[in-house]
């Protein structure tokens, strides 16, 4: 049984002195009886002072941290992606304003985050990435396009059901040039 | 044809409508970011061109054209507005291949330079390419 941390969102377990792991009950037993450790109260909490086990406040700080950094990718991708959007709607013709709706807001939005998260190889991995999901992007709009005005189907519905043909040449991209 | 700017057109909008967009963009940046967080950056730089915000795009589109077409007319604008839509779905496709030319520089031009000389330079290349195409494409 793992002795949760109980403020710590219920999912992060204690840990002993500065080993990161579950601690479970046989393990602070063997411990304790080793006279290595005393066996921890459920009700104690990792942040005091008098407890044997601390929380992996290492991993709180992470959640946090992730926690702030998507809420502000959102915000951020809102706001690009909106701006795109309403471009597209004030530019005429509509043929041209289509280029809006292939911007690329999810690249403008999280880029800076990426490179500063994870470093300018990782943020060159994605862009090459990126180049097979813009072929695809390719593919999907022009079959988008053949279809709505050859049937002339609900563009909703027409745009939703394509979805997968994007997959599947985004799939075939990777499993030919990317994954090697 | 004569390329311009329309900003009556930004009266169409409903704020619902902008509310939905601002979530919908979000969302799939968020989605976008698990996934790389998840699978990697292979797989991940692959939703960086994920076509998220081109559904919901194409179909306001056909909304507000066959709104404005039985307004002037009266009759059902419901196909003119598919059309539309059409026609903008061929924009987007001049559109991906620019947005190749956006990875492309970002792939190259990365580590050995700064964003903030890439970051212009790529959507320089996303506009150039997809207005050259557009063009291209008008004039056949």
């Known amino acids: ?168 040449v985004a799939g075939l991209c990777w499993a030919a040039w990317l994954r090697r | 044809m004569r390329v311009g700017v329309d900003l009556k057109k930004l009266r169409q909008n409903k704020p619902i409508e902008l509310i939905a967009r601002f979530a919908f963009g979000g969302a799939v940046t968020v989605i976008a970011t698990l996934i790389a967080n998840r699978y990697g950056p292979v797989i991940g730089g692959l939703f960086l061109a994920f076509p998220g915000i081109f559904p919901p795009s194409v179909s306001l589109t056909e909304n507000h054209a066959e709104e404005r077409k039985q307004r002037r ?6 196909l003119s507005g598919r059309a539309e839509a059409s026609v903008e779905a061929a924009g987007a496709s001049a559109g991906a291949i620019g947005l190749g030319a956006f990875a492309l520089v970002l792939w190259k031009g990365l580590p050995a330079h700064g964003l903030l000389l890439l970051l212009p330079l790529a959507t320089a290349a996303w506009s150039i390419v997809a207005i050259v195409l557009w063009r291209i494409r008008e004039s056949l």
């Open chain 1, 1 to 168: 049984m793992d002795v949760r941390c109980p403020r710590g969102r219920g999912s992060y377990p204690y840990v002993a002195g500065s080993t990161v792991g579950t601690v479970d009950r046989e393990q602070w037993r063997w411990r304790a009886e080793a006279g290595q450790e005393r066996a921890p109260r459920a009700s104690l909490h990792c942040r005091s002072a008098s407890s044997p086990y601390r929380c992996n406040r290492l991993a709180h700080a992470k959640a946090g941290k992730i926690l702030t950094e998507l809420l502000l990718r959102f915000l951020i991708g809102g706001a690009v992606v909106s701006f795109f959007s309403l471009l597209g709607d004030v530019i005429r013709p509509k043929s041209f304003a289509g280029i809006t709706a292939a911007a690329p807001t999810i690249a403008l939005a999280s880029v800076f985050l990426t490179l500063r998260r994870h470093g300018a190889v990782y943020t060159g991995i994605e862009a090459r990435s990126m180049i097979a999901g813009a072929l695809a992007f390719f593919v999907y709009a022009c079959a988008v396009s053949f279809v709505l005005m050859r049937w002339r189907p609900s563009a909703l519905k027409c745009a939703a059901a394509l979805l997968p043909l994007w997959g599947a």
């Open chain 2, 73 to 78: 007319t009266g009759k059902s604008g419901r």
